[in-house]
C-alpha cells in the first residue's frame, strides 16, 4: 500500500496463448517447453480472441518468448487491428519451469512419495534439474520453478508496469500480455492474497481472458481490482473447449 502513491494506473491483460502441441498430450509433463507451436485449432483460438479484443485499445502488447505465446499474440493481434511488429518479447512472463521433469511422463513422476512431498511443499515445490529442451540465451539451462518463484518473477514484470506518477485514472495505459496458464493463476494468487493451493485449483483454458485494474492510492478500494477470470466465452464455436 505505501508503494501505491509512486505507481501509475493501469488496465491489465493476461492473456493464455491457444493450444499448442503439449496440450494435445496431456500425459506428459509440459512445463516451459518453449519450442511447442500452435496447433491449427490453437490458431484459431487466437483468431478468435484477437476478434473479441477488436474494441479494446492497447497501448502496449507483450508476450513470453515462448513460440506459443508469440504465435497466438500475432495472430490475435492481427485480429484486433494491432501492429503485431510492436509486440515485445519478454522472459519474464514464461510458463513454470518443470526442470528435468519437462517432457516427462506425469505417471512416472507423480508417484505417491512426489505427491505428498508436493501435498507439504505446495507452492514453494520446485521440481529437481534443469529443462535441457529449453536454452537460455547464454546457452545454460533454466532450472526447475516453484509456484511461488514464478509469482515473483511475474509480480516483478507487472511492478515494472507501474512505475511512474499519472494524473489522473483516465490517463490509464491498457497492456496486453500473453502469457501461460501457471503463470497467470500464481499471480493472481499474489495480488488476491490466496491460499497456497490456488494455482492447482483455478482453471485456465486457452486464450482466457484474465482482466485487472490497478488503482494508485493509500485507500482500501485502492490496489488491484479483479474485473475477470479466465472469461474464454469467445470459445463458444470451440464447445469442447469450455
Known amino acids: 500500500r505505501r508503494a501505491r502513491s509512486h505507481r501509475k494506473p493501469l488496465r491489465l491483460f493476461l492473456l493464455r496463448h491457444g493450444e499448442s502441441a503439449m496440450n494435445t498430450r496431456p500425459e506428459l509433463i509440459g512445463g516451459r517447453s518453449n519450442a511447442a507451436k500452435l496447433t491449427t485449432r490453437g490458431e484459431s483460438q487466437a483468431r478468435a480472441l484477437g476478434r473479441r479484443l477488436k474494441t479494446v485499445t492497447f497501448h502496449r502488447v507483450f508476450s ?13 493481434c492481427q485480429a484486433m487491428g494491432f501492429d503485431a511488429s510492436t509486440v515485445v518479447s519478454v522472459d519474464h512472463v514464461l510458463e513454470i519451469c518443470q526442470g528435468e521433469w519437462t517432457g516427462k511422463t506425469r505417471a512416472l513422476v507423480y508417484n505417491k512419495a512426489c505427491l505428498d512431498r508436493l501435498d507439504h511443499e505446495q507452492c514453494f515445490f520446485r521440481p529437481p534439474g534443469v529443462s ?8 545454460s539451462f533454466p532450472a526447475g520453478e516453484s509456484q511461488w518463484d514464478v509469482e515473483n518473477r511475474m509480480a516483478g514484470f507487472v511492478d515494472s508496469l507501474l512505475e511512474g506518477k499519472s494524473s489522473s485514472e483516465d ?6 500480455i500473453f502469457t501461460h496458464g501457471i503463470a497467470i493463476k500464481c499471480f493472481l494468487r499474489r495480488i488476491l ?5 490456488f494455482a492447482t485449483h483455478c482453471d485456465c483454458p486457452n486464450t482466457s481472458i484474465t482482466e485487472l485494474r490497478y ?3 493509500a485507500h482500501n478500494l485502492d490496489g488491484w481490482i479483479v ?10 464455436e470451440f464447445p469442447d473447449d469450455l
Open 64 to 76: 513470453s518468448t515462448a513460440e506459443r505465446a508469440k504465435e497466438t499474440a500475432r495472430i490475435a
Open 132 to 139: 535441457v529442451v529449453d536454452p537460455l540465451a547464454d546457452g
Open 171 to 176: 490517463s490509464a495505459e491498457t497492456v496486453a
Open 193 to 197: 492474497g490466496a491460499a497456497p493451493t
Open 215 to 217: 488503482k494508485p492510492g
Open 227 to 236: 474485473v475477470r477470470v479466465s472469461d474464454a466465452s469467445h470459445l463458444e
